[in-house]
């Protein structure tokens, strides 16, 4: 009902550079001799005891592991598959996953096989790829040639929402492995958490604009996101919260809270509501910190959302926006009156018809300072 934040200019993006399908190390490296990782200890064994002799077998993954000559060979086409699947199955997963896999601009992803011998030679990968019961652990799967190993890099940025979440992983450049089945029935799998990735530094990324002059990019996109959670839920003069109706306040908190990763079972949980309510109200219309916890605008006594009004609810969610309010196609200006920032929103006719007015409060840290509002009116 509402857009999926920027995740659909995700795609698009991902699509133009997705063809980057980097170079197919699995398909095209030549193997690494096994007697160059292992020629000056055996140089200098000459008398060793049985005890240097057992130190050369855990630092010689080929004494404990297949000689990487007898691994599977897979074909160019088989790699340029696996690679391009593994980069679509990461573009859905970034999408869909949970709140903490939201992002603001999630672009450039290209993708790289990863030959079994890389796996041995390289201590993280053969980490990695070694858990699980002999047999089936991934580095013996892709020994045996059932499946492909992938890695996908992309660059990636948190919605400023997101950072109030305590995100796990740091934005930049990363990367992430994926098992890929040769056979196309069966799904794929992530196999690793994020890891830094200096492969990406030579990725194109469009440039990024501010909103108005004198606010950051955190400020900008946060801003962005509640002039187009207000206009879709259909508010229109007001100072704070407390003017709204009760169907306003659930249109908000449905829309707005879509941008923290808040799903709609939130607001239908009487608790969670009072909870996630006041941390949100707190974030977007006032100077406060105290965003966690406090009872600013719903107290412990609030009712809820009744029940029996939920569906009534949710019906308007589809009618209940600004008029003339069309998603992320709307038109708005900003400009500064003073030291107060004005959002105007204009109609399919070019006119503008909403009006929001927002205070700004320069944060504790750049994630935190954010643009607040101070009450909306219609022009029209």
């Known amino acids: ?91 859905a997963d970034m ?39 002999e047999g089936e652990r991934p580095l013996d799967r892709i020994y045996a040639g059932t499946d492909i190993l992938v890695e996908v890099h992309f660059y990636v940025e948190y919605e400023p929402e997101i950072n109030y979440q305590g995100p796990q992983y740091g934005d930049g450049l990363n990367a992430v492995y994926v098992l890929v089945p040769v056979d196309t029935t069966q799904p794929c799998e992530v196999i690793s958490g994020w890891y830094s990735d200096q492969n990406g530094e030579s990725m194109f990324r469009p440039e990024q604009t501010v909103v108005a002059e004198g606010l950051t990019l955190y400020q900008s996109r946060m801003l962005l996101h509640q002039c187009q959670a207000m206009a879709a839920a259909g508010l229109r003069e007001f100072t704070s919260p407390a003017d709204w109706t009760e169907e306003e306040l659930y249109r908000y908190l449905y829309f707005r809270g879509q941008d923290f990763g808040f799903t709609e079972e939130t ?34 006594e609030w009712p809820g959302f009744y029940p029996e009004k939920i569906d009534i609810y949710l019906a308007g969610l589809d009618s209940g926006a600004v008029p003339g309010y069309d998603g992320e196609n709307t038109v708005w200006q900003f400009q500064w009156e003073g030291d107060t ?11 503008a018809v909403q009006e929001y007015r927002f ?17 909306g009116q219609p022009l029209n």
Request: charged letters at 15%; a negative charge; proline letters at 3%.
């Open 1 to 91: 009902m509402k857009r999926i934040s920027d995740f659909c200019r995700f795609l698009a993006l991902a699509g133009a550079a997705g063809m980057l399908l980097a170079a197919l190390v699995g398909c095209s490296t030549l193997p690494q001799s096994a007697g160059e990782s292992v020629s000056s200890s055996t140089a200098e064994s000459t008398a060793s005891t049985q005890e240097t002799a057992a130190a050369e077998e855990v630092a010689s993954p080929e004494e404990s592991l297949p000689d990487p000559d007898g691994a599977a060979v897979f074909t160019y086409e088989q790699c340029q598959a696996a690679a391009l699947r593994a980069q679509e199955y990461w573009s």
């Open 95 to 133: 999408i869909t996953g949970p709140a903490i896999y939201r992002y603001a601009v999630a672009e450039n992803v290209a993708a790289s096989v990863v030959s079994y011998e890389t796996c041995i030679y390289n201590e993280r990968l053969l980490t990695l790829t070694s858990f699980g019961e």
């Open 267 to 300: 607001w239908q949980n009487n608790r969670l509501a009072i909870d996630n309510g006041n941390r949100l109200l707190t974030i977007d219309f006032t100077a406060e910190d105290d965003w966690y916890g406090n009872q600013r605008f719903l107290s412990a």
């Open 341 to 351: 920032l004005a959002a105007s929103m204009s109609n399919e006719s070019g006119y």
């Open 359 to 375: 205070q700004i409060y320069e944060g504790f840290a750049p994630w935190n300072g954010r643009a607040y509002c101070v009450g």
